[in-house]
């Protein structure tokens, strides 16, 4: 009888072991199949996430000035499209063909400055800054009378009105202890025309862009100061506020393309790149060894400090009227405020 319950315990044992390892298997197939079918279901998905999507356009006003430039290079070696956006960059040989072409709606965003921004908004445009750029305006004279921004008292200064020249012109006067009122302003829109009746002394000084300053400088004209020593920087980037809405992820895509070659710039010699600018800029071939390329900084916001300046004297020359904060017009598109 003992002997016959101990058969039966050690086969029920059996049995249950059996069970349990049936039990095992299915259970071992069956995580398999559905490990199986979600790898293949995460695999599909990272497919599809790493499928890239259609490049957006964003479209850019520029002028030939070397703030255009690291959006030139993203675009030209491809940093665009490597981060899903199409850079079409459309170039304008004055502020006004731009501001024309960005009326019409025809770019999305423009190369422009403080004192625009200002008259943009004061037109009713939602116009916002979605960075700083890099570029510069130098004050240069051709008269041996004048070795400082102070010894203009008296002389005639050729710039365009109502325009970031003049703002930055004042900046530098105030910076001597002057004002613009103890200069004679020759208003001269066209660049070019300035930098050729400085050259031949029809005035005292000028205010001038690459590639400008360096043809005068090779001319023999002087800087008396730049908007880099002056610590003035009026320069930025915009975008019309439904722009931003439609476009968003497309230009902070457009901003780490930018960045992008920024460091390519810093990691390659200028002479793999220079005759794009020559091309691109409008520097006379002569003077290819005379350029040198800004030390380019990634892209980041305005100071709002450098805003309330431009509006405050934009105020003082009845260019703003309308009651706008600096903050009210930069975009965190990119930077946070």
Excluded at 9 to 35: D, R
Aim: charge should be negative; include cysteine; proline fraction near 4%.
């Amino acid at each position: 009888m003992e002997r016959r319950n101990w058969k039966q315990v050690m086969m029920l044992f059996m049995l249950v072991a059996a069970v349990s390892m049936v039990a095992a298997g299915c259970g071992t197939s069956s995580n398999n199949t559905v490990s199986k079918n979600t790898g293949a279901a995460a695999g599909e998905a990272k497919a599809n996430t790493n499928t890239p999507a259609e490049a957006v356009t964003v479209s850019l006003g520029l002028l030939p000035s070397i703030d255009a430039i690291p959006f030139i290079i993203a675009h030209e070696q491809g940093f665009d499209k490597k981060h899903n956006v199409n850079l079409d960059i459309q170039t304008f040989k004055s502020a006004k063909d731009r501001d024309v072409a960005f009326q019409a709606g025809k770019v999305d965003g423009l190369s422009a400055d403080l004192v625009a921004i200002s008259i943009y908004n004061e037109a009713g445009l939602d116009v916002k800054i979605t960075s700083t750029t890099t570029g510069e305006f130098d004050l240069l004279t051709g008269n041996d009378e004048i070795q400082e921004v102070k010894d203009l008292k008296g002389k005639t200064v050729i710039l365009s009105k109502n325009t970031s020249t003049q703002y930055t012109v004042a900046m530098m006067l105030k910076q001597a202890g002057l004002t613009e009122e103890d200069i004679t302003v020759t208003e001269v829109p066209q660049i070019p025309t300035r930098l050729e009746l400085l050259k031949n002394k029809k005035a005292d000084a000028a205010v001038l862009p690459e590639p400008f300053v360096t043809m005068g400088k090779t001319s023999g004209l002087r800087v008396l100061s730049s908007t880099v020593t002056a610590g003035v920087n009026p320069f930025v980037l915009a975008f019309p506020q439904s722009a931003i809405e439609a476009k968003g992820q497309a230009i902070r895509d457009m901003y780490t393309a930018y960045d992008e070659a920024v460091e390519y710039m810093k990691s390659h010699d200028q002479s793999e790149y220079i005759d794009l600018i020559i091309k691109e800029v409008g520097y006379p071939d002569t003077l290819k060894d005379e350029i040198k390329v800004p030390e380019y900084l990634p892209a980041y916001q305005v100071d709002v400090k450098e805003v309330e300046a431009a509006f405050a004297w934009a105020r003082e020359k009845g260019l703003l009227t309308k009651n706008i904060s600096a903050e009210e017009v930069i975009s965190d598109v990119q930077f946070k405020k």
